[in-house]
């Protein structure tokens, strides 16, 4: 069981916009730690896609946004592509946990 | 071009150890604080360790604590994974990552591709 709970899959058809949800608690989100998020394809590194709740790393397309309210945050992605099919995970810091470093349990985003 | 390759993983008997390294170009590997983060066959990304930029500040997560020892070398360029008394939950790919700061939490910039650990009897 994940620290910071996601929704195990979510979809679109190309053009739309899905967004991603990260549920954590007081002791981590609510706490005032930022949100990261990043992207997993099949058989290639993970890839940085948002840092600190809303910033985007040079070359990452402006479709992508986060957002972050309380103890949840999100991910949009507006326009849906083919090559947006991939796994997504949000990553944030905990009070209650060793080195503090926790992860989502992943979402999978199919692309109808 | 940030770099990271990692190696050294294989096969092993539950009990039994590895060393994995991770050799980095592209950047100031000496001014970066690393992570070693790994994702078991069909699971989540878990973080499992980190190392300050000067060897100090060495952090685990519960379930390697005692049993894993991270450490680096920045003349080398390398950062190492000693894993003594591997459990079959051990099982995973394991990537190195390079770790920034943003505010209050800090956040992965560049992975490797990963090396797979695989342990069974």
């Known amino acids: 069981q994940s620290v910071l709970t996601q929704p195990p899959s979510v979809s679109g058809a190309p053009g739309q916009r899905v967004s991603i949800s990260c549920t954590g608690s007081s002791s981590n989100i609510g706490a005032g730690y930022d949100v990261h998020w990043y992207q997993l394809l099949p058989g290639t590194a993970p890839k940085l896609l948002i840092y600190g709740n809303y910033n985007r790393p040079s070359g990452v397309p402006d479709r992508f946004s986060g957002s972050k309210s309380g103890t949840s945050a999100s991910l949009a992605i507006t326009g849906l592509q083919a090559e947006d099919e991939a796994d997504y995970y949000c990553q944030s810091s905990d009070i209650s946990l060793s080195g503090s470093v926790v992860f989502g349990g992943g979402t999978r985003l199919t692309v109808l | 071009e940030v770099r990271l390759v990692e190696s050294g993983g294989g096969l092993v008997k539950p009990g039994g150890s590895l060393r994995l390294s991770c050799a980095a170009s592209?950047?100031?590997?000496?001014?970066?604080?690393m992570n070693w983060v790994r994702q078991a066959p069909g699971k989540g990304l878990e973080w499992v360790s980190s190392i300050g930029t000067d060897r100090s500040n060495m952090f685990y997560a519960d379930s390697v604590k005692g049993r894993f020892t991270i450490s680096r070398d920045n003349a080398k360029k390398s950062l190492y994974l000693q894993m003594n008394n591997l459990r079959v939950e051990d099982t995973a790919v394991y990537y190195c990552a390079t770790e920034s700061v943003w505010g209050s939490s800090p956040h992965f910039d560049s992975w490797g591709q990963g090396t797979l650990v695989a342990v069974s009897s």
């Open positions: 592209g950047f100031p590997f000496n001014r970066y604080s």
